[in-house]
C-alpha cells in the first residue's frame, strides 16, 4: 500500500494545468504555469535516477490520489479534495532557504488548516539532510517511511502458487466491488495493522469505485482479486504508462494471511506488467516486513527511502 507519493508532472502539460486551476480557482489562487515549470524544473535536476522514476508515478497515478496543486514559497503541496489523511496531503519539493523556513511552515500550515487536511513534508533523500532538523523544531515527525524498490522487469522468481488460490482479473462494474469490499476488510479488520486508520469514512473505496468509471484511469490500471476456495480474500493493482509498471494496493483480509495471497497477486501483477512491455516495475513498502521480504524475494531492490514528516 502506497503512503506517500511525488505527484507532480501534472503541472507541466497544459491541459493539465487549465483543468487544475479550473477544479481549485474556489480554494487556491491560479497557478502561474511558466513559474511552475521552472521551479519544478530546477527540483528534478537534484533527483537521481531512481528519484525520478518516484516522480513519474504522477503520471500512472493522476487522477486517482491527488487532483490539485498549490504552490508555495519554495515548495509545492499535492492533494484531494476527499482525503484528509497525512499519506496522500503532502508538501514537497523543498528548495528554501533555512532563514525563510519558519515562514514556509507558517504559510503551508495556515492554507491546510483552511482546508481541515494533514499534512505532512515528504522529503527525498535529497532532501533530508537540509530539513530534518529544523522540521524536528517545529514538532514535527516521521509518521511515513516509504522504501521504493524496484525491479528490471522481464523474468523473476516465481514460488509456487497455494493450490487453493485463484487470482482473477477485475473486468465489470461487480467485480470491482469485490475488490472494493476485499480492500476493506484487508486494511480495516485489523487495528494493529500500519494501514489499519488509513481509509476514514469510505473515502478510498469511493475513489475506487469512482475511478473505474473513468475510461482514463481504466486504461492504465489492471486490480485484481485473490480467492481462496472461491472466497475474496486479496487484492492488488498495477498501474502502468510508457514503460514504467507501478504494484499498489496489496492487501490480505486477516482471515486469509499465510496462505500466499500477496505472493499470488503479486505474481499476476508481475506477469501484467511484462504484457504491458513495462521495462522498470516499482512499489514501495515499509522496510524490513513481511512485504518487504516476499517483494526482495521476487527480484525487487530497494533505491529509494522518502520520509514523510507530520506534525506530532
Not at 255 to 270: D, V
Request: charged share 25%; hydrophobic share 35%.
Amino acid at each position: 500500500m502506497v503512503t506517500g507519493l511525488t505527484q507532480l508532472s501534472l503541472i507541466i502539460r497544459d491541459d493539465i494545468i487549465t483543468l487544475m486551476s479550473e477544479n481549485t480557482k474556489q480554494t487556491t489562487p491560479s497557478i502561474n504555469v511558466s513559474k511552475a515549470r521552472e521551479y519544478l524544473s530546477n527540483w528534478i535536476n537534484r533527483l537521481n535516477r531512481y528519484e525520478k522514476y518516484v516522480y513519474q508515478l504522477c503520471e500512472i497515478t493522476e487522477g486517482v490520489y491527488w487532483t490539485k496543486i498549490k504552490q508555495f514559497n519554495h515548495a509545492l503541496g499535492v492533494y484531494s479534495d476527499p482525503i484528509n489523511d497525512h499519506y496522500w496531503t503532502l508538501v514537497i519539493g523543498l528548495t528554501v532557504r533555512k532563514d525563510q523556513f519558519n515562514g514556509l511552515v507558517d504559510e503551508v500550515e495556515l492554507f491546510f488548516t483552511k482546508l481541515n487536511k494533514k499534512h505532512s513534508y515528504y522529503l527525498y533523500p535529497a532532501d533530508q539532510r537540509g530539513y530534518n532538523n529544523l522540521l524536528r523544531k517545529r514538532g514535527f515527525r516521521i509518521a511515513i517511511r516509504d522504501n521504493y524498490m524496484f525491479h528490471r522487469g522481464g523474468a523473476f522468481y516465481a514460488p509456487p502458487i497455494n493450490p487453493h488460490i485463484q487470482v482473477k482479473k477485475v473486468t465489470n462494474t461487480s467485480e470491482n466491488e469485490i475488490y472494493i469490499d476485499t480492500y476493506s476488510r484487508a486494511f480495516e479488520t485489523d487495528p494493529n495493522d500500519v494501514y489499519f486508520d488509513y481509509s476514514e469514512g469510505n473515502v478510498y473505496q469511493e475513489i475506487y469505485r469512482k475511478t473505474w468509471l473513468d475510461k482514463k484511469v481504466r486504461e492504465k490500471v489492471h486490480r485484481f482479486v485473490a480467492f481462496y476456495d472461491g472466497k475474496p480474500g486479496a487484492i492488488g493493482a498495477l498501474y502502468f504508462n510508457n514503460g514504467l509498471g507501478y504494484l499498489s494496493e496489496i492487501g490480505t483480509d486477516p482471515k486469509f494471511r499465510k496462505q500466499g495471497m500477496a505472493t499470488a497477486i503479486s505474481i499476476a501483477c508481475l506477469e501484467t506488467a511484462n504484457r504491458e512491455k513495462c521495462k522498470t516495475i516499482m512499489l514501495i513498502t515499509e522496510g524490513n516486513s513481511p512485504a518487504y521480504r516476499l517483494y526482495k524475494k521476487l527480484g525487487f531492490s530497494t533505491k529509494v527511502v522518502c520520509h514523510g514528516w507530520t506534525k506530532a
